[in-house]
């Protein structure tokens, strides 16, 4: 068990794992489907993210509403 969840449990606070739900999404929608759910920042617009970064920030907000 990670550490973010034994915290959880000890401070028995629920946990919603992010990575489990969105890998099982990404993985039911497929790769062309699932890109709607991700931003992409290109590499080089950003000068703190010169490599570029995706985030599923769709899903999160989703989740974060419930």
Do not use: C, H
Request: aromatic residues 6%.
């Amino acid at each position: 068990m990670g550490e973010v969840r034994t915290l959880a449990k000890e401070m028995k606070v629920p946990l919603i794992d992010l990575n489990l739900k969105s890998r099982g999404l990404v993985q039911q929608l497929g790769p062309e489907a699932s890109k709607q759910l991700y931003i992409y920042i290109e590499p080089g617009k950003f000068t703190k993210l010169p490599k570029g970064k995706r985030m599923i920030l769709i899903y999160l907000k989703q989740e974060l509403q419930r």
